[in-house]
C-alpha cells in the first residue's frame, strides 16, 4: 500500500486571484485568451551581456528604479497587496553571519488550508489548480525577454508576436516579504511545473544583471520548500542589507550569452 505523505498548512497567497477558484475569464488574465492579444510592456535585454554598451544603451539604473521599482510603487498606489511590507518590523541579528530577521503577521493570514504532498518535490502541472494563468494583467509589471541585439531596450505598448507565443512575465507578489518584490515567470502559457531548468535559471539570472544592483535579490524554492503553486516561478526582491555571500564574494562573475 502507496503512504502518501501530505502537510496541512496555510498557502501564501501570491496573486489576488488566487483564492477565487473560478476558471472563467471576463477579465484581462495571463491565459490563452487574454495574453496574445494584449499590449503589456516589454523590457528586451541584449542577447550578449559581455558586449560593451552602445550609444543608444538604456541607462544602467533604468530596469530597477525607474521601471521595476516604479511599476511596483504604482501598483501600491492602486492597493492590489495585501499589506504593507515597508511598516513590517525588521532587525539585524547580531553576529558575523548578519542574518536579517522580519516580523511580517500579513503574510499568513486569512488564508484557506490546503493539502501539499511533500514526498515529491518534482510533480506535474495541473491545470485545475491555480497556476500564473490566471491572473490579472493590473498584476503584470511587463514582459521580460531576450531582444537579440547589441542592446537593451524597453516598449511601453508591445503587441504579442508570431514568435512570442509565449511569454516571459513579471507581476507583483502581493504578499510580499520585502519592497519591490516581484514573480518572474517563464514562459507562462508553456505551464511549467515548479522545477528550475538552465534556460530558465539563465533568464532569472539576466534579470538581475539588468538590475546591476547588489541589493536586488534572486530567490528559488520548489515543492517541499514553501513553494505554494506548482508553475514554474523564481522570486525577486530588493533588499536594503547586503547578506554575507555579497560581502565576501564582492565580484561579479559574468553571464553566458543567450542564444
Known amino acids: 500500500m502507496e503512504m502518501k505523505l501530505t502537510i496541512k498548512r496555510v498557502p501564501t497567497v501570491l496573486s489576488n486571484y488566487q483564492e477565487e477558484g473560478g476558471g472563467g475569464c471576463g477579465r484581462n488574465c495571463l491565459g490563452d485568451c487574454c495574453l496574445p492579444v494584449s499590449k503589456l510592456p516589454l523590457y528586451a535585454f541584449k542577447a550578449d551581456p559581455k558586449k560593451p554598451a552602445q550609444d543608444d544603451e ?58 501539499f504532498r511533500v514526498d515529491r518535490v518534482l510533480q506535474p502541472f495541473d491545470s485545475a489548480k491555480f497556476n500564473f494563468t490566471k491572473v490579472g494583467q493590473e498584476e503584470v509589471l511587463f514582459r521580460f525577454g531576450n531582444g537579440g541585439g547589441g542592446s537593451s531596450y524597453f516598449l511601453e505598448n508591445a503587441p504579442s508576436t508570431e514568435g512570442d507565443h509565449a511569454p516571459s512575465v513579471v507581476a507583483i507578489n502581493v504578499s510580499p516579504i520585502e519592497y519591490g518584490h516581484v514573480l518572474l515567470i517563464p514562459r507562462v502559457l508553456d505551464r511549467l511545473p515548479q522545477q528550475i531548468d538552465p534556460e530558465s535559471f539563465l533568464l532569472a539570472l539576466h534579470m538581475a544583471a539588468e538590475a546591476a544592483s547588489p541589493y536586488f535579490r534572486l530567490g528559488y524554492n520548489s515543492l517541499g520548500a514553501f513553494a505554494t503553486i506548482n508553475h514554474l516561478h523564481f522570486q525577486h526582491t530588493t533588499c536594503q542589507y547586503l547578506f554575507l555571500l555579497r560581502r565576501r564574494l564582492p565580484r561579479r562573475s559574468p553571464l553566458p550569452s543567450v542564444r
Open 58 to 115: 538604456l541607462p544602467t539604473e533604468f530596469f530597477l528604479n525607474s521601471l521595476l521599482l516604479a511599476q511596483w510603487e504604482d501598483r501600491v498606489a492602486r492597493g492590489l497587496f495585501r499589506y504593507d511590507v515597508t511598516a513590517c518590523e525588521t532587525k539585524v541579528i547580531p553576529g558575523e553571519l548578519g542574518f536579517v530577521a522580519q516580523l511580517n503577521e500579513g503574510r499568513h493570514l486569512k488564508k484557506r488550508p490546503t493539502e
